[in-house]
């Protein structure tokens, strides 16, 4: 039996190397991988955006998928004046500030006075790709990650905002502030409140186990003893 030939989609691997802004034309014309290229690309900096607004990952992917379909609907709308990764970060947020205001939980990225500021602090960084080599590790790691969600889930919403997409996403201040839509110099002031809230709830959560470090009982504590008596025998 003669083997149908089955056409390969060639031009997939190509399309991942495409920039955003010649990808952008082929999706108008509704390539379907161009789609598909656009959104591998773009989810978890829309992911990431999503969850530090609505701090639900559930809705934060639903979030992430309204704002694709609400681009993709409307790309004729795109004039390339901002870059396209913008254009689409300031719809998820806008989506996802929707979704807060509409359960009045929130007065909105706009609405918080920034009168005080506060000194820099460290950045904090989040475990990343690095590869786990045994179930222990994995499971440090998974604990060191819910221990920096949580305290980043406790953030006021503007300044959740702007240490994901500053600190977590790695963006520069002034891109962050793009995104964003605020003052270079406001997202600074934010970012710097955020950073000091971050490192006094982690401090907090972790000040109760200072306690318990280094153990040196049980099995380890007798056999202490044992070498030590055993050293005085002969002058006991």
């Known amino acids: 039996?003669?083997?149908?030939?089955v056409p390969v989609a060639r031009h997939q691997p190509v399309l991942a190397t495409l920039a955003d802004a010649d990808l952008v034309p082929l999706a108008k014309r509704g390539d379907e991988p161009a789609v598909r290229a656009i959104v591998q690309r773009h989810n978890q900096r829309l992911f990431r955006t999503a969850r530090a607004v609505i701090r639900n990952d559930a809705e934060a992917e639903d979030v992430v998928q309204a704002a694709y379909i609400k681009?993709?609907?409307?790309?004729?709308?795109?004039?390339?004046e901002a870059e396209f990764s913008t254009w689409?970060?300031?719809i998820a947020l806008n989506e996802a500030l929707a979704r807060v205001r509409a359960r009045k939980n929130t007065t909105g990225l706009e609405e918080i006075d920034m009168q005080a500021t506060s000194a820099g602090g460290e950045v904090v960084q989040f475990p990343s790709s690095l590869s786990a080599t045994d179930p222990e590790t994995e499971l440090s790691r998974?604990?060191?990650?819910?221990?920096?969600?949580?305290?980043?889930?406790?953030l006021p919403n503007d300044f959740r905002a702007i240490f994901v997409l500053r600190d977590v996403e790695g963006m520069s201040t002034d891109e962050a502030a793009s995104y964003l839509g605020i003052r270079p110099e406001t997202a600074k002031t934010r970012l710097h409140r955020a950073r000091k809230m971050m490192r006094q709830s982690i401090e907090k959560r972790l000040s109760g186990a200072f306690s318990a470090l280094f153990p040196f009982d049980g099995a380890r504590c007798a056999f202490m003893a044992d070498r030590v008596v055993g050293a005085l025998a002969p002058t006991l």
């Open 88 to 90: 689409l970060t300031r």
């Open 1 to 5: 039996m003669t083997a149908i030939p």
């Open 71 to 80: 681009a993709f609907t409307n790309l004729a709308a795109f004039r390339g």
């Open 142 to 154: 998974s604990q060191a990650r819910q221990l920096l969600e949580q305290a980043v889930d406790e």
